[in-house]
């Protein structure tokens, strides 16, 4: 089976910085897209940015000139550099990683624990 690991998480405040990074283990043949979701209560799961296996990367508009998605393919991990940081961007954070399990050209997403995301004003 895979594992994912998110770490980084905290509490800042408004116009802070935070680094978050999630490590994928376990039965990993390959990876495609690696991606954040936050989640803040009372609200839906929404997508913040994603990066392709080649690298592009995609931003939400929320996220878009404040964030910067990257990836290590070596390593299985991703990062999300969040800056300017808002009360508005409290929520959990939630990483999601397709994994290629074996030689089959398919993929399976996998979510981590979620990683706990505070900015106060």
């Known amino acids: 089976q895979v594992q994912l690991v998110e770490s980084g998480g905290g509490t800042v405040q408004a116009g802070g910085s935070l680094r978050l990074s999630c490590s994928a283990s376990?039965?990993?043949?390959?990876?495609?897209?690696m991606s954040w979701y936050r989640q803040a209560p009372g609200k839906q799961r929404e997508l913040v940015a994603d990066?392709?296996?080649?690298?592009?990367?995609g931003y939400s508009d929320s996220a878009k000139g404040r964030s910067t998605i990257s990836r290590d393919d070596a390593k299985s991990t991703v990062h999300l550099q969040m800056n300017s940081l808002k009360p508005d961007d409290t929520a959990v954070y939630y990483c999601?990683?397709?994994?290629?399990?074996?030689?089959?050209?398919?993929?399976?997403?996998?979510w981590g624990q979620g990683t706990q995301v505070t900015v106060s004003s």
């Open positions: 999601k990683v397709g994994v290629q399990l074996d030689a089959r050209p398919m993929l399976r997403d996998y």
């Open positions: 376990g039965s990993i043949f390959g990876i495609g897209t």
């Open positions: 990066i392709k296996s080649g690298g592009i990367p």
